[in-house]
């Protein structure tokens, strides 16, 4: 024990007290004679004060301290012995000796006391362990039954905690629990110690905790036999239940709602039980059923009971429960918006709240519900209260606002109108960022808005305090300007900058007028070359330089000077990755520079479909899981199969990877082999990567392979590269090879019938080998079958107006099918067409609304052609899914495969 | 929504002055859980203080009741110089622990005849610590009925010297007497 961990501290401003003077202090007084109740009650206060500030003691000072006031039991004064009960509680989590004291504490739980006899029970809890636990079974049982509701809950919460180490014992008093969660036990009305001020007229004759922690014990007890479960919930559910504590209830609701969650199929039967309790007295009753209801499957007009309690909840005057309710509201937004949009009136009366999570779960959630007839309104109103709210508040809403205008193209105007007045208001930094990245944003993604959002943009920078934002808009406009009709209005703006602002600045409005040269317009050339001179006159070196630069490259007629307009977009994680392996590596690497050509560019529409995705994904809300973007990862993912594959010789003959397929599990997980596939498709060949687990931890495999059978002629194999041996419990790789057709069409369709074989050979649990006089035999295990669709040739795009593009294709093929399967819901069935054709939906069309529905896919064909799929469906319980499907594609016989694909 | 079928629902009960300074500080763990208790992010005290700290910065002088914090649900009322602050996991019945932090509340007010501050809770330690004893049993809650709460909680004994004069006039004392005097009535009343 160093001096130096008893440093005095400051005490004079009421603080912890220190530590060593504590723990003299309470050895001396503990063990004077008499004992002084009052001073010792006051020491221990100081103790745990000590204690609760985070403070602890070593374990041979702790039990020093727990001797001493073990001493303290015998004193008459119950209040004192309260505290001590307390603090043993406390002390037991470090000191070692607890046992020692049972006997003292079994004394006040076998005595009468009315005052310690709970506190003594709970203690007890702390110091009996699994071994030392069947000396109280008696006392337990009898506490449980006693009919002062506390002695119950006291004797009820200890058995809770002890039934991890003693199980066995616990189960002796189920019956006793299973009565205290239907019993009837008054307060005894003579037990207290009423405090002034307070009479005993303001206690309650009973408040029934006892049954929230019978039922809570009970069910630990019984939850792995379903049927008694069952039984108990069907006995204190109904009309006639004997609980009366609304947190019994809740409880109840929380098992009722997993039995339903296990077992999908009871859902309907158990769902009255719940529905009963959307109307109860107590707001955590209504909202616990509510929760339960909405995350079960249950049918529409089910939901929408729930919908209709959180709808009541939302107007209660406790914020805790408006709180609530909103954010159960926004949880279901996220996923499905349409179904809460009659909570609407309430939500918009939540916009102003004074709590400004509330309000911020408001906003958010009636952007989600907002569909395209009703966001004009909902935007009008957000205005409205704009500008009462804090800026912190105000970079979600505008956060909402983008996801919104992404997913509502067709409403650019008023969203354009509604970032453009908020623009012109006060605001920081960080709100007026999220103003211009909103702005950007529409500018990339929803073509229509571009000339409209660029002259706001140009509006701002006439006058903005912050430089950052200003050189970020002179960027933009530097690459969006010359896109546009008019590309003369953006150089007055621009020039204006040079003229008037600060030399980082007028750096940057150097660079983007340039670019407006280069556009090919003579007259322009020419205006910009003179704005250009001018330039090299300013103060700053920088701006100079940039300027004569400029002029230098305009005049040159450099082909260069094209690619300065619009240039490459590198894939930046292959390229980080492939200069982290570039610079890891020996002297020898350094020899040959890096290759720059080795990585992979990105198309501007590759870029902005990884970007659409994240920016439509992306929650505002701060419950959001960060998650990489799913193209982003896929490339990834190509990039790493396609450095495996071009170690293996004969596989890199092949010419670059061009397609990679997802994982297809071909097994179920919990079997013996777990086998899934990887479909690779080359230039003229197609592999098949087969990564074999072994689960099985006695036998080994030898020569696995896997015999692939397509169903069509077109495909002819060239190789199998099987596993030689496959240890118990490790992985393996076989990759089979096969010629494919190289002409686009329905030929490239196929279906392979796969069979996984294998010599087994039995292992030595000693050894941990296999006998090698041991020839093995032969063994098959059929594996499921493995198709090649379309989706296999193609890559998911972005294109930012769907119509005309599509419009634009020359080769088209149409069909109407009936997917069948009555049973499976529209979104599963959307769901399932956007992955197998591996194809990006387009225009918000993912999210299903109803019984019909259009999907739009757009993608590329590995050929380089681009192809759009427009699927009309319409759900029918009896007749299952009617699909339209009209294709289009750049390139011949990509949408007749297509169409056969989706057959 | 992960289903929470365990009576453990609380996981903290604090109490911060005004400058973000502790005065009571319990984080609950299952007394005998078998789990590892590393899976805890309030393991260490240093965690537990920067919790304290990050969230007193984002709740003081704004009374709101109720925030996400960190991924937990964070009730808390803010006093003169003292804030109260009660932690449950993210996906509990909010309205639950609501009725459980303001059932201690109120309890507190009770006990401290309606001067909740730092003064007085500094001053009336023993009976602070044992109503939040009462009311939540190492994450399990008790009790939520603030009357029920405050009557379980004695008050200090009264001066030692009486007691040295061999008359018993601590609460115990008296609840002994007032029996002793209850039991011979009601026999007098029998007898009748």
């Known amino acids: 024990m ?29 063990n004077a004679l008499p004992v002084s109740a009052k001073k010792c009650r006051g020491l221990l206060a100081k103790l745990l004060r000590l204690l609760y500030s985070g403070e602890t003691f070593p374990a041979s000072e702790a039990t020093t301290l727990f001797f001493s006031i073990s001493k303290l039991f015998q004193h008459k004064d119950s209040s004192l012995r309260q505290l001590v009960y307390l603090a043993i509680k406390e002390l037991s989590l470090i000191s ?20 310690v006899k709970p506190n003594a029970i709970r203690t007890l809890a702390r110091v009996l362990d699994g071994s030392t636990v069947n000396a109280a079974e008696r006392l337990m049982k009898n506490a449980v039954v006693d009919k002062n509701p506390i002695v119950a809950s006291a004797a009820l919460l200890s058995s809770y905690h002890l039934l991890p180490v003693a199980r066995d014992v616990v189960k002796r008093w189920t019956n006793e629990t299973q009565e205290a969660v239907t019993a009837q036990k008054l307060l005894p009305s003579d037990q207290f110690a009423l405090h002034e001020y307070y009479g005993s007229s303001n206690l309650p004759s009973a408040t029934y905790s006892y049954q929230y922690h019978a039922l809570g014990l009970l069910y630990l007890l019984r939850n792995h036999d379903r049927m008694s479960l069952m039984k108990m919930i069907q006995q204190l559910s109904g009309n006639n239940s004997p609980l009366k504590s609304p947190m019994a209830i809740v409880q109840l609701i929380r098992f009722v709602a997993k039995i339903a969650v296990e077992d999908p199929s009871a859902t309907q039967a158990l769902f009255p039980l719940l529905a009963a309790y959307l109307r109860h007295k107590s707001d955590m009753v209504e909202l616990e059923a509510a929760k339960a209801i909405v995350a079960l499957n249950v049918t529409p007009e089910q939901f929408l009971q729930a919908i209709n309690t959180l709808q009541v909840l939302l107007s209660a005057p406790r914020t805790v429960t408006r709180f609530a309710a909103v954010r159960v509201l926004n949880r279901i937004s996220m996923k499905n918006p349409e179904k809460i949009v009659v ?31 009703n966001v004009d309104r909902l935007i009008k109103t957000i205005a409205k209260f704009m500008g009462d709210i804090s800026d912190e508040f105000k970079i979600v809403v505008v956060d909402s606002i983008r996801t919104l205008a992404l997913k509502f193209p067709e409403k650019h105007g008023a969203m354009l109108r509604f970032l453009n007045e908020l623009l012109r208001d006060d605001g920081g930094f960080a709100f007026k960022n999220s103003i211009v990245e909103a702005l950007f944003d529409m500018i990339r993604f929803v073509p229509a808005s571009r000339d409209g959002a660029l002259e706001h943009l140009c509006e701002f920078i006439e006058d903005c305090e912050f430089t950052e934002l200003s050189v970020r808009i002179l960027h933009l406009l530097g690459e969006e300007g010359p896109k546009t009709n008019s590309p003369t209005l953006y150089i007055r703006h621009i020039y204006n900058r040079v003229v008037l602002e600060n030399s980082i600045i007028r750096s940057s409005a150097v660079i983007a007028l340039s670019k407006f040269a280069l556009l090919g317009d003579a007259a322009i050339k020419k205006n910009i070359q003179i704005l250009l001179t001018r330039c090299l006159n300013d103060v700053d070196d920088e701006v100079r330089d940039r300027a004569a630069w400029s002029l230098k490259l305009i005049a040159s007629d450099l082909p260069e000077a094209q690619s300065f307009v619009s240039p490459l977009n590198y894939s930046l994680p292959v390229l980080e990755q492939q200069l982290a392996l570039y610079v890891a590596g020996d002297k020898a690497t350094f020899a040959t520079p890096f290759d720059i050509h080795a990585i992979p560019v990105m198309s501007e529409a590759e870029l902005n479909a990884i970007e659409f995705r994240e920016k439509t994904d992306a929650e505002p809300v701060t419950e959001k899981v960060e998650e990489q973007s799913d193209l982003l990862k896929t490339s990834l993912l190509q990039q790493k199969y396609s450095q495996e594959l071009s170690e293996i010789p004969e596989i890199a003959a092949y010419g670059s990877l061009l397609h990679s397929s997802k994982v297809v599990a071909l097994t179920e997980k919990e079997t013996e082999f777990v086998v899934t596939t990887v479909k690779h498709v080359f230039a003229n060949h197609l592999l098949l990567q087969y990564d074999v687990e072994n689960t099985l931890t006695d036998i080994e495999l030898h020569d696995v392979t896997v015999i692939a059978q397509p169903d069509s002629d077109a495909y002819a194999e060239e190789f199998s590269m099987p596993i030689d041996v496959l240890r118990a419990e490790s992985k393996g790789t076989i990759y089979v090879s096969y010629t494919r057709p190289t002409e686009v069409g329905t030929d490239l369709l196929a279906a392979f019938g796969n069979t996984l074989s294998f010599i087994t050979k039995e292992v030595d649990p000693d050894t941990q080998a296999a006998d090698p006089e041991d020839d093995g035999f032969q063994d098959e295990y059929q594996i499921e079958d493995l198709e090649v669709g379309p989706g296999d040739f193609i890559v998911p795009a972005y294109m930012a107006n769907f119509t005309s593009i599509m419009d634009a294709l020359p080769h088209q093929q149409s069909a109407v099918f009936n997917l069948g399967d009555g049973a499976s819901a529209l979104l599963d069935t959307v769901a399932k067409l956007v992955t197998s054709l591996s194809m990006l939906p387009l225009e918000n069309s993912e999210v299903v609304d109803g019984n019909s529905h259009v999907l739009k896919l757009f993608g590329k064909t590995i050929w380089g052609g681009k192809v759009g799929v427009s699927i009309r469906l319409a ?29 | ?58 709740t003081h002088k704004i009374n709101s009741d109720i925030i996400l914090f960190d991924n937990h649900i964070v009730l808390y009322k803010e006093f003169a110089d003292v804030v109260i602050y009660l932690v449950g996991d993210l996906n509990e019945n909010e309205v639950l622990l609501m009725s459980c932090f303001s059932g201690l509340v109120e309890a507190f007010n009770i006990l401290l005849k309606n001067a909740l501050d730092k003064k007085s809770i500094t001053e009336n330690y023993d009976m602070v610590v044992l109503a939040i004893d009462e009311t939540i049993d190492d994450g399990i809650i008790l009790e939520t009925d603030s009357a029920v709460i405050a009557s379980r909680v ?30 011979k009535i009601g026999e007098r009343l029998q007898q009748l």
Do not use: W
């Open chain 2, 154 to 183: 004695t008050g200090p004994p009264s001066a030692d010297a009486i007691n040295l004069a061999k008359i018993d006039l601590s609460e115990k004392g008296l609840f002994s007497a007032f029996n002793f005097a209850r039991a």
């Open chain 1, 343 to 373: 909570c609407n009136a309430e939500l918009e009366g939540l916009v102003n709240d004074p709590n400004r999570s509330i309000s911020t779960y408001a906003i958010t959630t009636l952007l989600k519900t907002g569909s395209s007839d």
């Open chain 1, 875 to 903: 759900h029918n319980a009896a007749k299952g899914t009617l699909a339209k499907v009209e294709v289009r594609a750049e390139e011949e016989n990509v949408a007749e495969m297509v169409v056969e694909g989706i057959n």
């Open chain 1, 2 to 30: 160093s001096t130096h961990s008893y440093k005095k501290h400051d005490d004079a401003e009421g603080g912890a007290p220190d530590k060593m003077t504590v723990f003299q202090d309470c050895l001396l007084g503990f």
């Open chain 1, 96 to 115: 070692d000796d607890v046992l020692m004291v049972t006997s003292s504490i079994m004394k006040d739980v076998q005595s009468n006391e009315l005052v």
């Open chain 2, 1 to 58: 929504m992960s289903l929470n079928t365990s009576l453990y629902t609380v996981k903290a009960v604090v109490i911060l002055d005004n400058e973000a300074k502790r005065l009571y500080a319990k984080y609950f763990k299952p007394p005998h859980s078998a789990e590892d208790a590393t899976a805890s992010p309030f393991q260490t005290l240093k965690s537990q203080q920067s919790f304290e700290t990050a969230l007193f910065k984002k």
